[in-house]
């Protein structure tokens, strides 16, 4: 399995709504990534998770609650967004933090915000 | 700052049309990676290549090749004899140790459209 798996792959919430993002992998990764990417804008990095413990918040507002049950499994809770956090969320995993030998992204989670 | 610039914000040629996608970056560290990611209208990211700071060898892959020269750190594209399914947004990225532990940095991407 070479896939980074993430569901939903759309997702439309209003803004008093709780809901979570999933990523998934099975490649043994123990490095795992959230990334923003607004239209036509590139990826922004979130968080990162090394060996299940998150080691980097890129000051993220706190209605991004993020969660990494294993080390196969990230999530990302949502609770409170505002418009302005419609995005695409991606998630990427690499073999050791750093992903020098190269990142695996998911195909993302498109997020509507009413 | 940018550190990942890419000048050419879109791009459209013809089909079998030779093209390069220009790639400067900034960094002082002497460890460091540089990437290329495709991302097709679907939206996920296809990693093509990934060069560390001490191989300057250039690389070809199929209809893919890559120039990379740390003299004026570029990191440039190009896509031979071009077809329509190349369509999509390319990014360079740049990972480096001081920037959050390696984390990519990406450029702000060239949009690519081969028409037939």
């Known amino acids: 399995d070479t896939e980074v798996t993430q569901t939903p792959k759309h997702l439309v919430m209003g803004m008093t709504n709780k809901k979570s993002l999933k990523c998934e992998q099975h490649?043994?990764?123990?490095?795992m990534y959230w990334y923003k990417q607004k239209a036509k804008k590139p990826p922004e990095l979130m968080f990162v998770y090394s060996y299940e413990k998150l080691s980097i918040n890129e000051s993220v507002p706190s209605r991004f609650s993020p969660e990494c049950p294993n080390s196969s499994l990230l999530n990302l809770h949502l609770h409170a967004l505002q418009p302005e956090d419609s995005a695409l969320y991606l998630c990427a995993s690499s073999r050791l933090r750093g992903g020098n030998d190269g990142y695996t992204f998911g195909s993302g989670t498109r997020l509507t915000v009413v | 700052a940018q550190k990942v610039t890419q000048a050419q914000t879109e791009i459209s040629v013809v089909e079998k049309e030779d093209v390069t996608l220009d790639c400067v970056y900034e960094?002082?560290?002497?460890?460091?990676?540089l990437f290329w990611y495709k991302q097709p209208p679907s939206g996920e990211l296809v990693f093509l290549i990934r060069r560390n700071s001490f191989d300057e060898q250039n690389e070809i892959s199929g209809r893919y090749s890559w120039n990379f020269q740390k003299s004026t750190s570029s990191f440039n594209f190009t896509i031979t004899a071009s077809q329509v399914v190349d369509s999509a947004v390319y990014f360079c990225?740049?990972?480096?140790?001081?920037?959050?532990?390696?984390?990519?940095?990406f450029g702000k991407g060239t949009s690519l459209l081969v028409t037939p």
């Open positions: 490649m043994g990764h123990r490095a």
């Open positions: 960094t002082r560290d002497t460890t460091y990676y």
């Open positions: 990225a740049l990972s480096e140790i001081s920037n959050s532990g390696y984390a990519l940095n």
